[in-house]
C-alpha cells in the first residue's frame, strides 16, 4: 500500500513528479534533476526525507545493546549529539542495512534507518533489544527535512528564530540536538555541508514554506542520487545487501575491529571472511569516452577478469560519467566496461567524485 | 498534457516523424517521451547510410535515469544525424520537435508514412 509523507501537498505544489519509491510518493524531481543536482552543489537544496525511520532506543543498556548491534563501535560517541554512520550485520556478515546513530543521553540513542528495510530492520533490532532490556519506540509522526548545500545552514537558519538559529551555528559536523521544536543534525548524504532536521508531521509543511522563503529549492530523488553517488556515499539494496559484506562495499573503514574483545553480529564471519582473503574490491570508475555507466553492466579487468558495477549515472558536476563497482582486487588504474556489447575504456579512482562542489578526479 | 503537434506523425514507441517532402522524413521523440525520461545526458545515433528495418532498434537515448532504446519509423536508409545532440542532449528536453531531432532517413517507400499514427491516435494511445 502507497503511503505519502506530510510534505505531499507541498511536492504538487512545487510541481514534483511523483514515483513508488520503497511503497511512498516520492517526487524523483520537480522538473530538472540537474537544475537541482546543481542547485545543491551551488546554493541550498531540500529533500524530503520523512520517509526514512526514525527509532528511538531506550534504557541504561543502550550503549552496550549497540556495541553489540552495530559493526561501528558507538564507544566512539563520546559528546552527546554526536552521530555515528555503521552498518547493521547480519552473523554471516552481510549488511542488513546501513543507518546513522545519535547519542543523545547514556540512556537515549536515536537511530536513523532506510525506508525500504524498515520492517526487517525494526524485527531485528526489537529481537536483540530484548536481550538488553532496551525500548524501541518507532517516531512516524516525525518528518525530515535535509538542507544541503554551501549556503544551507545560513538559509536554513533563516527558518529558525534567533535563539534557535545560534544553537544551531554550534552544532559541528555529524552532530545534532533538539533546539526548539527540531531535532537538527548537521548530517546528510550529498558531500555537502547542510543539516537534516527532524519536526513533527503537523509542523512540517509549514517549516518547507518558510525554507521555500529563505531561498531553499526543493529536490527530489533523482538528484539525490546523483549528489550522492558523486560523493562517494553507498546505496543499501544497490552497492551492498544481506549478500554482501562491508570488506568488498567500501565500508571496511566503518567497520571497529579494535577492541577485540567487542562481540558484535557478524564479527566472527568478517574475521573469517578476512582470514580467507580474496576478497573483492571496491572502486570508482570515471568512463573515459562518451555513455554513462549503470548497475549490473560487466567490468573487464587488464587481465580478463569480471567484476559488476553496483551503481552508475552521468555526473553532472564532472559532466562525465561515473560509476561504483566491485571488481577483482588485481584491477589496474584502467579497465574496460561492456555497454550494449561494445567494451568501454574506464578509470579506476579513489572515491569521492566530488567533494564540497569541488572535483576531486583530474 | 504535453505538446503533439498536428501536422506529425507518431509511432506508439513515442517517436515523431515529419515528411520533409523530398523522400525523407525526420525522427525524434515526443515531448511526452522527454518528460518521461527526464534530462537527457548522452545520444547514441545510427551510422549515416545505415540501411534501417522497420522497428528496429536503431539509437539510445539516454537520461539520468535510464537508457531508452529509439526504433526506426519505417524502413530506410539514414542519410543525417543531429551532431549537435553529442553536446548538448539537452536539447531533446528544451526543443523535442525543433532543434532537438534525432536523425533523418530516406523512406524505402514513400506511402509507407500513412501507416503511421496521427496526432490524435497518438494523444490515445499517449493518454494511456
Known amino acids: ?362 | 498534457m504535453s505538446n503533439i503537434p498536428s501536422e506529425l506523425k507518431y509511432t506508439k514507441s513515442h517517436e515523431w516523424i515529419s515528411d520533409n517532402e523530398n523522400g525523407t522524413v525526420t525522427v525524434g521523440i515526443t515531448d511526452h517521451a522527454q518528460e518521461l525520461l527526464g534530462d537527457l545526458v548522452f545520444v547514441e545515433q545510427p551510422e549515416v547510410g545505415k540501411e534501417l528495418e522497420a522497428e528496429e532498434a536503431c539509437a539510445v537515448v539516454e537520461s539520468v535515469k535510464a537508457a531508452s532504446d529509439i526504433y526506426a519509423p519505417l524502413a530506410g536508409e539514414v542519410v543525417e544525424v543531429n551532431e549537435k545532440l553529442e553536446d548538448e542532449p539537452e536539447l531533446i528536453n528544451s526543443d523535442p520537435y525543433g532543434e532537438g531531432w534525432l536523425f533523418k532517413m530516406k523512406l524505402a517507400d514513400p506511402d509507407s508514412l500513412e501507416s503511421l499514427l496521427s496526432a490524435d491516435d497518438y494523444a490515445a494511445e499517449a493518454d494511456q
Open chain 1, 1 to 362: 500500500m502507497s503511503q505519502r509523507t506530510a510534505l505531499y501537498d507541498k511536492h504538487l505544489e512545487a510541481n514534483g513528479k511523483i514515483v513508488d519509491f520503497a511503497g511512498w510518493e516520492m517526487p524523483i524531481n520537480y522538473g530538472s534533476q540537474i537544475e537541482e543536482h546543481h542547485q545543491v552543489r551551488n546554493d541550498a537544496g531540500m529533500f524530503d526525507v520523512s520517509h526514512m525511520v526514525v527509532v528511538d532506543l531506550e534504557g541504561p543498556r543502550v550503549r552496550e545493546f549497540l556495541q553489540h548491534l552495530l559493526a561501528n563501535d558507538v564507544a566512539k560517541l563520546k559528546e552527546p549529539g554526536k552521530a555515528l554512520y555503521s552498518c547493521m550485520l547480519n552473523e554471516a556478515g552481510g549488511v542488513i542495512d546501513d543507518l546513522i546513530t545519535y547519542f543523545i543521553t547514556d540512556d537515549f540513542f536515536r537511530m536513523v534507518v532506510n525506508a525500504a528495510t524498515r520492517d526487517k530492520d525494526l524485527a531485528w533490532i526489537k529481537q536483540h533489544a530484548a536481550d538488553f532490556d532496551v525500548v524501541v519506540t518507532e517516531r512516524p509522526e516525525l518528518a525530515m527535512i535535509a538542507v544541503q548545500g554551501p549556503n544551507a545552514r545560513e538559509k536554513a537558519m533563516q527558518a529558525l528564530t534567533e535563539g534557535q538559529a545560534r544553537q544551531a551555528t554550534e552544532l559541528t559536523p555529524f552532530k545534532g540536538g533538539f533546539i526548539g521544536p527540531y531535532f537538527i543534525a548537521r548530517t546528510g548524504y550529498t558531500g555537502e555541508d547542510g543539516f537534516e532536521i527532524m519536526i513533527s508531521n503537523d509542523e512540517v509543511a509549514a517549516f518547507w514554506d518558510q525554507l521555500l522563503s529563505a531561498g531553499v529549492k526543493p529536490c527530489g530523488l533523482g538528484a539525490r542520487d546523483t549528489l550522492r553517488l558523486e560523493a562517494g556515499m553507498n546505496l543499501y539494496g544497490t552497492d551492498m545487501d544481506e549478500t554482501t559484506s562491508p570488506l568488498e562495499s567500501g565500508l571496511g573503514w566503518t567497520l571497529a575491529m579494535v577492541p577485540e574483545d567487542r562481540n558484535f553480529i557478524g564479527r566472527q564471519a568478517l574475521e573469517e571472511k578476512k582470514r580467507a582473503g580474496n576478497l573483492k574490491k571496491f572502486v570508482g570508475l570515471v568512463l573515459e569516452t562518451r555513455g554513462v555507466l549503470r548497475g549490473h553492466q560487466k567490468v573487464v579487468t587488464d587481465d580478463g577478469q569480471e567484476g559488476e558495477i553496483t551503481s552508475g549515472t552521468f555526473s553532472p558536476t564532472l559532466q562525465k560519467s561515473i560509476a561504483m563497482a566491485r571488481v577483482p582486487a588485481t584491477i589496474g588504474d584502467h579497465c574496460h566496461v561492456e555497454i550494449r556489447g561494445k567494451l568501454l575504456p574506464a578509470r579506476v579512482v579513489k572515491m569521492p567524485f566530488v567533494r564540497h562542489g569541488k572535483s576531486l578526479i583530474d
